[in-house]
């Protein structure tokens, strides 16, 4: 070892402290990453500047366009097959599909973009980007 090495500021506590999968899964549940239990989310989709229950910050967040993004991809992938197979297999009247499918696509959106804005903010915490690895309240 050099002198350089030794004199190095001890070392950010490892990412093992925040395991990925289980701050995903409560993400997904719009539950603090950390402790999973107070309520990550104030309203439809504000995320609350620190968690109610065990007082983790959480407004280190860059969610952005992530959730969105997400939720598009999920949907379209889901609902454009859906369409042409109901399409090929029923054939109902346009107003009737429009309907169903206009009204299953918001549905569905609207279902999805909370929990992935979950899942993204659960996300850049564990990996402690975005200002989630610096210290409590900067
Ligand atoms: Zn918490």
Redo the contacts with the bound molecule.
Sequence with gaps: MTAATLSQPAAPESEDDRPLRPAMLRGLRR????????AMLRGFLKVRDS??????SLHHHRADDGPAYLTILIVGHLMAPAILWAFVEFRPDPLTLATIFSAGTVGLSLYLLPRLKGLIVAVQWSRRMHGFGTAEGE
């Design positions: 539950r603090c990453p950390s402790c999973g239990e107070g968690c109610p229950a065990c007082g983790e």
